[in-house]
């Protein structure tokens, strides 16, 4: 009995240690996967990814990140794929159905108009039950209320659907609220009531990055400086180390035409430290600006550069496009 105790317990601590390294391994790949996906490095990220699903099929952490990391290399369906298993791994998992919903979002944006239908009624339920699970999941809040704002009743929208999401949203975060109110205002058109519900969410302290550099987003487009500088203090406050906030506060000086070195020096940092990610700035926006800046100090040659460079990266730019034509004009 003795001799047996001994090969039993020793069959436990053998079989401990091989559980032990599997989860030590299966973490190890979530992390390399977390690290790539940082990196901006999606492709590896997958590779990293697919194996540690391989080893830990029942992870939904590594399904999720496969879907981010899918969707920045645009491989919609296997986005979609990766989204799935992982709410199939847990249902209950409100994050988990907000990727799902913006999934299926994102390819519907690519779709032909039928097929966009069918997608756009999965990617609202799947917005409406990542609330459902989870009231305190702001982003998920945020996206069903643009949705209901933007879509039709076609496909599951219409404003009225959103005047109770943004009451609740107004009453748990002052700043979310104001946002919320802003963003569908936007979806109408409605820039006035936009721009002002947009100040309202700057000045009650959000706490989402996300929310400030969306804000941020939409002042560049409507060329408010002082807006961007708003936006670039409580980014800055927020998340200090996050570089979003030199591109806005960098276009604000452009605006303004004010200490043109200071946003020089701004725009190349960003450049340096950004990801290539949405909700990021892209490159070919920042040369884009830097063309601007050496416009507004008549350097015609070195703008010209820059607007070239925002073309090679981004043929579409139309604010270099535009910008070409007019110094070949000039």
């Known amino acids: 009995m003795v001799r047996g105790s001994k090969s039993w317990l020793a069959v436990v601590i053998a079989a401990s240690t ?9 973490e190890a790949g979530l992390e390399a996967g977390r690290h790539a996906y940082e990196t901006s490095d999606y492709a590896k990220a997958v590779q990293v990814l697919q194996a540690a699903a391989a080893q830990d099929p029942k992870n939904g952490d590594v399904q999720l ?15 979609i794929k990766s989204a799935e298993k992982a709410v199939a791994i847990d249902p209950q998992n409100s994050i988990y159905h907000e990727w799902l919903g913006r999934a299926y979002g994102d390819k519907a944006d690519h779709a032909s108009w039928f097929s966009a239908i069918s997608l756009a009624k ?17 982003s998920a809040r945020q996206v069903l209320i643009e949705f209901d704002c933007s879509a039709p009743g076609l496909v599951g929208g219409g404003e009225e659907k959103a005047r109770p999401q943004i009451k609740q949203l107004a009453e748990m975060d002052a700043a979310e609220g104001h946002y919320a109110e802003g963003n569908c205002r936007r979806q109408k058109k409605d820039f006035a009531a936009a721009d002002a519900e947009f100040a309202k969410a700057l000045e009650s302290n959000p706490k989402s990055a996300e929310l400030i550099y969306d804000i941020g ?11 961007l500088l708003a936006v670039a203090e409580a980014g800055e406050r927020v998340a200090p180390n996050e570089p979003r906030g030199k591109f806005y506060r960098g276009v604000a000086l452009i605006l303004r035409k004010e200490d043109l070195d200071e946003s020089e020096t701004l725009l190349r940092e960003y450049l340096k430290k950004a990801p290539l990610r949405s909700g990021y700035p892209r490159p070919a926006a920042v040369h884009a600006w830097l063309g601007r800046l050496f416009e507004n100090q008549g350097k015609a040659e070195e703008a010209a550069k820059e607007y070239e460079s925002a073309l090679k990266l981004d043929p579409k730019n139309k604010m270099a496009q535009e910008a070409l034509k007019r110094l070949k004009k000039g």
């Open 18 to 26: 091989v559980v032990a390294a599997t989860n030590v391994k299966q």
């Open 65 to 79: 990140l496969l879907a981010k990391s899918y969707l920045e290399l645009q491989e919609r369906d296997a986005a």
């Open 217 to 227: 987003d939409y002042a560049v487009k409507r060329s408010q400086a002082d807006t």
């Open 122 to 138: 999965k990617t609202r339920k799947e917005f409406e039950t990542a609330v459902q699970l989870d009231e305190k999941n702001f």
